[in-house]
Every structure is written in structure tokens, then in C-alpha cells.
């Protein structure tokens, strides 16, 4: 039977792929994905828990996740296009300046 | 009049503040004349004073003045105060009188100098300060004025700043001066452990209760004192600036290095002439210095040939005479000869200076001869300081020398010899530089024989009145009867003390020299200097090859001799050296690699911690990501295996 333990592992699993996602990838977009990736990880923990706890309180927070989820999106393809426009590529080692 | 006496320092240091802080736009006259009379209106109180004095009772002749308490700590109680006695006005008149003189001829001398106004506000400061140093009430005030004087020197020394050896010369016055500073300054400070007070009048009438005769305390403070006044007055050891202090301009080394600042030293020993009654081993020592060095200085002042250096050694070995009557405890005539001294010697630098500005600034004697033709005044007033200085009847310097190497006789033979051996080179160097000036054939060299003129009556006119001064100077100092004169008689109350304790401990009274001895001591110290004279005519006139001849005769002596004994070299070798070594030690080793190494060590360690830190912002966002979940993990890990 596919207990909590099953969901929790999933999670966690897709939680860390984006976290490297976040750290390794060179592509803006990808980063935004890996982002996004991280996010629905945790609403499927918290949906996990509200079964198995039996309270709807944690998938009311998976709501509230995915509005904030799609607000990022906007600002993060907003900055993502400003930056293409200003250097011309999305490769974020490029975007580099901010340095000593 | 005595409540005035803070006006006698005052008036030159008025004189100073206005021609030094306002005298940017005077003319010349006027920076001159400011000078000039601000040391003339000191002589004017300072003699009014001093007749005030003599219609006082002899023995009540001693007026204090406090005018302000400087420092009063605990027992330090130090006022500024002014004793008013016989010897501090008469030291009071001589710096004003013959200052106020030198003031004039230098109107004329320094005409048309680039410093005009400084050298007049720094001979006023000097002026000053040697007034302060006379007329001072305790021992502290006393070595404000001491230092004071020191300091001036070394800026009027160094006048010609621009020129190296005028500015060494000015440095070298002044450390050498200081090495004594420190020997006056630990003997002031014993006193003051001793006495609990700086007063002189305080520690005087105590001292014979509080020191014993002859004792340690007694003998240290006075070595002590004594170390500072070789410093000041050029003795034995601490001489080898005054000869080089002649860089300065003419009139500085009339006023401070013959007739003022070096005289401030047996001014001071006489002014203690109680501590030093109590210390016969100190008496002897200063008597033996005095001798010495009157000895030594006499001959080198023989082989110069620079007019002023040759007037340089006379003040060293005059300075000696000085020193050894104090030490035979002839302390008046002491003071009397530091008076005619005064007098004649600042004639002799202002003639010499008179020589100079008619040759065009040329020194050297060897280049001069016959000028007497073409400088009338000159030539009669520097014959007139020659003859006072060698000691010939009737000027000043007969009676004071006269007097001192009868007081030397008394106390031991052997005084009396080195004082008329010296007395023999006196006459004869002295009449040298005459004759070599002003006689003989002219050597002048074609240019500078232009431009010989005798000096304008500014000059001329001190001239004659010192020289005047140099002729009957002495008449107050003659011997009236037995052993009494004027000068004496008036100095007697201050010295009586230290005369008592000498006598008590030689247990009789001094022996009072009879009538025949005095005349006999005197025909052969006028025979003395008449035969200086006619040798060193027969050497520099007659047969002027003689000199010459003599030299290489003398060779190696004379080469000794001429190098100054390579004194100079001597000290360079066993102190300067090793002192300006261990100063670049200091410099190169501790504060430029130590100190400086410090500092700028802890500014690289910085900047290397800096440079690893740097590192950090990397400017890619990843990296702040990296870090940001490096610091989740390391919280969570840290909650979880709590």
C-alpha cells in the first residue's frame, strides 16, 4: 500500500532535484522551472500531511503556495526578459558585474 | 624706583615683540633705533637702581622683588622675583650699557642685511633673557634666563642660516651648551632636596647650617653647578663652540661671546659664592680649570690666524682668569675683570668687525697689514682694547688682571705662574693681530684694497666710547692703601659670608698682602706684557720672517698647536660619532623597520585577510543560491541531531 513515508520520499526527491536545478543550471529559464519544481514539491508534502492527518487546512496553504507560485513566475520572466535584453543571453554566469 | 625693577627685562622684551611681530614694514632706522633704545631705557633704570642702592647703608643692600608667583605646588613655592644687590646691578649694568652700544654699531653694521629685523628682535629676546638670568631671586628663574640665552645664541650663531658651517656651528653651540644645562639643572635639583627651597637668599643663609664643610652634599651640588658654567662659559672640557660660534655676525660675538652670555657662568659661581666657600675641593677645582684653560686657549689664540678666532680663544682664556679667582676666592675680582672685560672685549670684536666691513668682509690677517693709514678710529680703538686686554698701565685690564694674579700669588705659586705665562701669550697674540692688522707691509689684495673706507660714525662713535670705557674702566678697582678699592668695597656685603667661612676654616684670617708685594707683583705683570709687545712687534714689524721661521722650527708642535690640540676631532671620535651611529641605528633599525614595520605589517595582514574574503562575492547569483542553502542545511542538521 502506498503509505505517507512513499509521498514524503517523493517529495523530498523532487524538492532536491530542484535545489541542485536552482544551484547548477546555467540557463535562466531552467532555474525558474527548478524553482517552480521546488514549490510543487512542497505543496505535495502538504497535501501528503492533509490526508494523512485528515485536515483540510494543509491543502487550503497548497492554494495560497500556487498563487504566490504564479507571482514569482511573472516578476522571475520579467527580470529574465530585462536581462536578455540587457546582455543579450540568459546564461546566468554571465550576469556577473555585482562582483568585487 | 626698586618696585620698577621688572621694567630692566621688560623694555627689550617689548622691544622684541614690536620690531618681531610688527616691524615688517619699518625701515630700517627705525627697527634699529626701537632695538637700540629699549636696552638704552634698561640702563636707565637699571642705574637709577643701582644709585638708589648707594644711598642705602652697606649692609642693608638687598631688595627683593616678586612681581608674580609662577608655580606654587606642595613645598615648591617659585615666583617670578628680582634680587637687587650690589653684584646683580652691577652685572644689570654692564649687559644693559654695553648691549645698548652694540645695539647702535649694529645699526650701522648690519646695514642693508637681508635679516635686518630678525637679528634686532633676536638680540633683543637675548638681551632679555640675560637680564632675567641676573636679576633672577631663585635658582629656577635664574635657569629660565640661562636657557634662554642659550637659545638665542643658537639663533643668532646661525643668523647666516643658508650657510652650513654658521648653522653646524649653531647646533653644536647648542648641544654643547645643553650637555652643561644638565650638570646646572642636577645640581639645582639637589639643591631643592637640600634646602626645600630654589631662593637664593633662603638657601645662602642656610647653607652653612645644612651643609658641612667640605662634605658630600656641598662638593656635589658645586661640581654640579660648575659643570653648567664650563658649558656656558667655555671652560675645560666644554669650550669647542665658542671658537666655531664666530660664524655669526660680528656684533653677536661682541655681545654674547665676550662681554654677556659667557659671562653668565661666573656670575652664577659667584652668586654661589657661599656653597662653594663650604666645598673647598670644588674651589680648586674650578680654580685649576680656570687656570688651565686660560693656559690652554692662550695658545692657541698664538697660531690663528682669523681675527675673530683669535678674539675667540682671548674670551676662552680670559673666561679662565675669571674662573680662577673665584677659585682663590677672589670672587669680586672676578666680577671686576668680567666688568673690563666686557668693556674691552666687545671694542675688540666691534674693531675687528669695523676691519672687516672696510676689507670687504675678508678675516684673514694674512691678507691684511697697514691699515692704519686708511682706518684712523678703527686703529686707535682696537690699540686701545689691546692694551687694556694685555694689562698695561693705565687701562682697565691692568687693574683687574693685576688684581687676580695677586689673589693667585696668595693662594699658590703655581696659580701665579700659569696666570702670567698666560698673561705673556695674552700680550703677545694680542699685539700680533695688531701689528699683523695694522702695521707692516701691506698684503691687502688689489680688489678688495678698492674699497677700503673707515666705517661711518655709527660705527666709530661706540668704538670710542668703549674705548674710553677700556681707559678709565679701571679706576674704580685701584688699590687704595692696602687692598682696598672701590669696586671691591661695594661688591664686599655679597661676598662677606663665603669669606667668613674660608677664613674660619683656615683658621686666621687672609693673609693681607703687604704694599711692596702688591707693587712688585705689579711691575712684573707690566713687564709681562711690555715684553709680550716687543716681541711680537720684533716678529710681525721688524723682522717679519721670524714668524715664519719659527713655525717650522716648531714643526710638529706648531701643527699641534694650530689644530686646536685636534680637539674638535677628539670629541668627534669619542662622542659625536658614536651617538649619530647609534641615532641612525634608532632610525633606520627601529623606527623605519620596527615602527614603521608594525604598522605597515598590520595594513598587509588586512589586506591579505581582504583578499581571501573577496573571493566570496563572486557576483553569481548561483553562489549566493550555494551559500544560501549550504546555511539551510547546516540550521537543520543543527535542530535535528540536537
Not at chain 2, 440 to 467: F, K, N
Request: charged share 10%.
Amino acid at each position: 500500500m502506498l503509505t505517507l513515508q512513499h509521498y514524503l520520499f517523493l517529495s523530498a526527491a523532487l524538492f532536491a532535484l530542484g535545489v541542485v536545478g536552482v544551484m547548477f543550471r546555467r540557463n535562466l529559464i531552467i532555474i525558474l522551472m527548478s524553482l517552480e519544481l521546488m514549490m510543487n514539491a512542497v505543496n505535495l508534502t502538504f497535501v501528503a500531511f492533509s490526508r494523512y492527518l485528515g485536515s483540510i487546512e494543509g491543502q487550503i496553504f497548497v492554494l495560497f503556495i500556487m498563487v504566490v507560485a504564479a507571482a514569482e513566475v511573472a516578476v522571475g520572466l520579467a527580470i529574465a526578459v530585462a536581462v536578455f535584453r540587457q546582455k543579450g543571453t540568459v546564461n546566468v554566469n554571465e550576469v556577473n558585474i555585482m562582483k568585487w | 624706583m626698586t618696585d620698577l625693577v621688572w621694567l630692566i627685562p621688560v623694555f627689550p622684551l617689548i622691544g622684541f615683540l614690536i620690531n618681531g611681530l610688527l616691524g615688517k614694514r619699518f625701515p630700517e632706522r627705525t627697527i634699529g633705533w626701537i632695538g637700540s633704545a629699549a636696552v638704552g631705557a634698561s640702563f636707565v633704570v637699571a642705574l637709577l637702581i643701582f644709585l638708589e642702592l648707594l644711598g642705602m647703608p652697606p649692609g642693608s643692600r638687598s631688595v627683593q622683588k616678586v612681581v608674580y608667583t609662577w608655580m606654587l605646588s606642595g613645598d615648591l613655592n617659585i615666583p617670578i622675583g628680582f634680587l637687587m644687590d650690589p653684584l646683580s646691578m652691577v652685572m644689570m649694568m654692564v649687559v644693559s650699557g654695553v648691549g645698548c652700544i652694540i645695539h647702535v654699531y649694529s645699526i650701522g653694521y648690519m646695514h642693508g642685511e637681508f635679516g635686518f629685523r630678525r637679528y634686532f628682535a633676536y638680540l633683543n629676546l637675548f638681551v632679555f633673557n640675560m637680564l632675567i638670568l641676573v636679576s633672577a631671586n631663585n635658582f629656577l628663574l635664574l635657569f629660565v634666563g640661562w636657557e634662554g640665552v642659550g637659545l638665542c645664541s643658537y639663533l643668532l650663531i646661525g643668523y647666516y642660516y643658508e650657510k652650513k658651517s654658521a648653522s653646524d656651528a649653531g647646533k653644536k653651540a647648542f648641544v654643547v651648551n645643553r650637555v652643561g644645562d644638565f650638570g646646572f639643572l642636577i645640581g639645582a635639583f639637589l639643591i631643592f632636596v637640600t634646602f626645600g627651597t630654589f631662593n637664593f637668599t633662603d638657601v645662602f643663609a642656610a647653607a652653612p647650617d645644612k651643609l658641612s664643610y667640605g662634605g658630600l652634599p656641598a662638593t656635589l651640588i658645586t661640581l654640579l653647578l660648575f659643570v653648567g658654567a664650563t658649558g656656558k662659559s667655555a671652560q675645560i672640557p666644554l669650550y669647542t663652540w665658542l671658537p666655531d660660534a664666530m660664524e655669526g655676525p660680528t656684533p653677536v660675538s661682541a655681545l654674547i661671546h665676550a662681554a654677556t652670555m659667557v659671562t653668565a657662568g661666573v656670575y652664577m659661581v659667584a652668586r654661589c659664592s657661599v656653597l662653594f666657600a663650604l666645598a673647598p675641593v670644588s674651589l680648586t677645582t674650578v680654580a685649576i680649570v680656570g687656570g688651565a684653560t686660560a693656559f690652554y686657549a692662550a695658545t692657541m689664540g698664538i697660531t690663528q690666524f682669523d681675527i675673530k678666532r683669535v678674539l675667540a680663544y682671548s674670551t676662552i682664556s680670559q673666561l679662565g682668569y675669571m674662573f680662577m679667582a673665584c677659585g682663590v676666592g677672589a670672587f669680586s675680582s672676578g666680577i671686576f675683570h668680567l666688568m673690563t672685560h666686557a668693556f674691552f672685549k666687545a671694542l675688540l670684536f666691534m674693531a675687528a668687525g669695523s676691519v672687516m666691513h672696510a676689507m670687504s668682509g675678508e678675516l684673514d690677517m694674512r691678507k691684511m697689514g697697514a691699515l692704519r693709514k686708511h682706518l684712523p678710529y678703527t686703529h686707535w680703538t682696537y690699540v686701545f682694547g689691546t692694551l687694556a686686554i694685555a694689562g698695561i698701565f693705565p687701562f682697565a685690564g691692568f687693574f683687574s688682571k693685576d688684581e687676580i694674579l695677586l689673589y693667585a700669588f696668595q693662594r699658590h705659586l703655581g696659580f701665579w705662574i700659569i696666570g702670567a705665562i698666560a698673561a705673556v701669550m695674552t700680550s703677545f697674540y694680542m699685539f700680533r693681530s695688531v701689528f699683523m692688522t695694522f702695521y707692516g707691509e701691506s698684503r691687502v689684495d688689489h680688489e678688495t684694497a678698492h674699497h677700503l673706507h673707515e666705517s661711518p660714525p655709527i660705527m666709530t662713535v661706540p668704538l670710542m666710547i668703549l674705548a674710553g670705557l677700556a681707559l678709565v674702566g679701571g679706576l674704580v678697582g685701584i688699590p687704595i692703601l692696602e687692598h682696598y678699592n672701590v669696586f671691591g668695597h661695594w661688591l664686599d656685603p655679597v661676598f662677606a659670608p663665603a669669606k667668613a667661612i674660608s677664613e674660619k676654616a683656615a683658621g686666621h684670617h687672609g693673609d693681607h698682602a703687604s704694599v711692596a708685594l702688591e707693587f712688585l707683583l705689579m711691575g712684573v705683570s707690566l713687564c709681562i706684557a711690555f715684553f709680550g709687545l716687543f716681541l711680537a712687534r720684533w716678529m710681525y714689524v721688524t723682522k717679519p720672517s721670524v714668524a715664519t721661521e719659527v713655525a717650522e722650527r716648531l714643526g710638529p708642535i706648531h701643527k699641534l698647536v694650530y689644530n686646536k690640540y685636534w680637539m674638535d676631532e677628539i670629541y668627534d671620535f669619542l662622542f659625536v660619532d658614536s651617538i649619530v651611529k647609534f641615532s641612525r641605528l634608532l632610525w633606520k633599525w627601529f623606527d623605519e623597520g620596527f615602527i614603521d614595520g608594525m604598522v605597515n605589517g598590520t595594513a598587509t595582514v588586512v589586506r591579505r585577510f581582504g583578499s581571501i574574503l573577496r573571493e566570496l562575492e563572486s557576483g553569481l547569483v548561483k553562489d549566493y543560491a550555494l551559500s544560501i542553502v549550504v546555511g539551510v542545511v547546516v540550521v537543520i542538521g543543527y535542530l535535528v541531531l540536537r
